[in-house]
């Protein structure tokens, strides 16, 4: 079992470069659901809470940061909210900034790290900011960064990646399962947020965007665009040949799309209290493109 979990954390990572099918190429639609989104708002807020009350050194996180260019969208806000708030209220002397960048072993870090250099040109020549970026190459239900280090966390879409599929689910052309999922979304989660109360310093933040259900029933059919779509392209593989029907019974997702089991593990969990939750719609391209 444990070998096969390596091998599920080596192969959940994304296309990479920046060809034509890479997740450098291929994810307007994150930047997008990331502005439609209150993750921005949240980030402002979050940071000045906690900004003005670090003055020499910030360190902030990325968790899930994936690669290409996303990801500098998001240490962009938080990095020029920092400065700017301290320009606003009168502190010439804006901290320096630590920006750690966290995804699985094999993400493509090196994309990334090209953007970095025009990166720290622009904040230099905009806000006048001192930063600096390292990768941290580690899952993050594990312990990441030293005890009580951390002031902010951040993760956008990228919590509803399970650990592992799980346990059980060989025969899954009889049963979905479900109750399985939620227990290891339960179990995961629970597990990244007793990791994270050990690094976050006290009163620090944490602002995670999830993909979720709109619905509290993990069987509604509203539930399911996600998987439609997956579907829709295994099916088409079978088709042209590329797999056999035979595997399709035998291929499992780490995925799981949670509604109030959000809250509900915070609560049990006990490390954590929720500031804020909000919700919105989850639109999927390719149903669009149908509608039309």
């Known amino acids: 079992m444990s070998a096969l ?14 060809g034509e099918h890479s997740y450098y190429t291929n994810s307007h639609y994150q930047c997008l659901l990331r502005d439609r989104t209150c993750g921005d708002r949240e980030l402002h807020r979050n940071v000045n809470e906690f ?14 940061c994936s690669s290409g260019r996303n990801m500098l969208f998001a240490m962009s806000e938080i990095v020029n909210t920092i400065i700017q708030s301290y320009h606003q209220k009168g502190r010439p002397n804006a901290p320096e900034i630590e920006c750690c960048l966290n995804d699985l072993p094999h993400n493509d870090f090196n994309t990334t790290f090209k953007l970095v250099p025009s990166f720290l040109e622009k904040l230099k020549i905009e806000v006048k900011g001192k930063c ?3 990768g941290v190459p580690k899952s993050f239900y594990s312990r990441l960064f030293p005890s009580m280090s951390l002031p902010l966390a ?18 899954n052309n009889t049963s979905i399962h479900i109750k399985s999922y939620l227990n290891q979304f339960k179990n995961d989660f629970s597990l990244f ?11 620090g933040q944490m602002v995670l965007t999830f993909v979720g259900r709109k619905v509290s029933d993990p069987l509604s059919k509203d539930c ?6 997956l579907s829709d392209c295994i099916l088409d593989l079978v088709s042209e040949g590329i797999i056999k029907e035979s595997e399709i ?3 499992n997702m780490p995925f799981y799309n949670p509604n109030e089991e959000v809250r ?7 490390s954590f209290k929720i500031n804020k939750i909000e919700t919105h719609e989850h639109i999927v391209p390719y149903k669009i493109e149908k509608d039309k």
């Not at 109360?197 to 006290?202: D, G």
């Open 5 to 18: 979990r390596d091998l599920l954390v080596d192969a959940l990572s994304m296309k990479e470069g920046n």
């Open 51 to 64: 900004g003005l009350s670090r003055p020499e050194y910030i360190k902030v996180a990325d968790l899930g």
């Open 132 to 134: 600096f970026v390292s």
């Open 154 to 171: 951040h993760s956008s879409f990228s919590l509803h990646w399970l650990s592992k599929v799980p346990d059980g689910l060989e025969n």
């Open 193 to 203: 947020l007793r990791m994270r109360s050990e690094e976050i310093v006290p009163n």
């Open 224 to 229: 399911f665009q996600v998987w439609s779509l």
């Open 249 to 251: 019974y035998s291929f």
């Open 264 to 270: 509900e593990a915070v609560i049990n969990e006990g």
